[in-house]
């Protein structure tokens, strides 16, 4: 049997990461964050003065990327880059960054290489349509844009960063429909994909339906 993955995609700030790091904990299964594959390419673009619209040098930068995951830090040529790449810009210019098809081409294989036993589990955009369409479950987990940006504001708050409501709110719609809008790879929910409406739901309620789903699928 191959390599169970979970693939949860869904918008921004829409809390995919955090059930889908909680999912990972309870199976023990490895998880990757690929929105973070995003926001580190772009943040050592601009480091290195590749232009944000330089599809073919991104693309290059992408292949040459000395990156290391660990739980949730991420190491670029060895250092961890922390919260560097959780900022509202650095989400802008991986968005940016994303609708460009050789740069995601570039990153496949990278993203491939997560999927190892005992399982992973998986969170992005694309996860289920293109990066593993064999995936064991697909999620596309969502929330009302008011609610995301209500979440999205108490993580920036607790990390120390400055923030405001309306601004966010206005800031995840330009997202969406730049994710949703770009003819590579576009956010939407693939007709296997069951729907986790999450507005209502709490972290723990959500973590158990995907669980929930897994087991329908591989029951030990
Ligand atoms: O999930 P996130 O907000 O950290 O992702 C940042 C950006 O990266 C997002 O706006 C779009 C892009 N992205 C993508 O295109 N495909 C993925 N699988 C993950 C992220």
């Avoid at 169970?4 to 995919?16: M, R, T, Y």
């Avoid at 040459?64 to 949730?72: I, K, M, Q």
């Avoid at 429909?177 to 956010?187: H, K, M, V, W």
Wanted: proline residues 4%.
């Amino acid at each position: 049997m191959s390599v169970p993955v979970i693939a949860i995609d869904g918008p921004s700030a829409s809390g995919k990461g955090t059930v889908a790091a909680l999912v990972a904990r309870q199976l023990g299964f490895h998880y990757l964050d690929s929105g973070a594959i995003y926001r580190v390419t772009a943040y050592a673009a601009l480091r290195r003065g590749v232009d944000l619209a330089d599809e073919a040098g991104l693309a290059a930068l992408a292949r040459s990327l000395d990156l290391r995951f660990d739980g949730v830090e991420v190491y670029l040529d060895g250092q961890p880059v922390g919260d560097a790449i959780r900022t509202e810009e650095a989400g802008r210019a991986a968005s940016k960054i994303a609708a460009l098809p050789a740069l995601r081409a570039a990153l496949l294989e990278l993203q491939r290489g997560f999927r190892q036993v005992p399982g992973l589990v998986t969170d992005g955009r694309d996860m289920g349509s293109v990066v593993f369409p064999d995936a064991t479950v697909k999620v596309f987990l969502t929330a009302t844009a008011e609610e995301r940006a209500q979440r999205r504001y108490k993580q920036l708050i607790e990390k120390g960063f400055d923030a405001n409501l309306a601004a966010l709110v206005e800031d995840l719609r330009e997202r969406d429909a730049r994710d949703a809008s770009r003819a590579s790879a576009p956010l939407r929910q693939e007709a296997d994909a069951h729907l986790l409406e999450t507005t209502n739901l709490t972290i723990a309620q959500a973590v158990d339906q995907v669980l929930g789903w897994y087991r329908e699928v591989r029951p030990n």
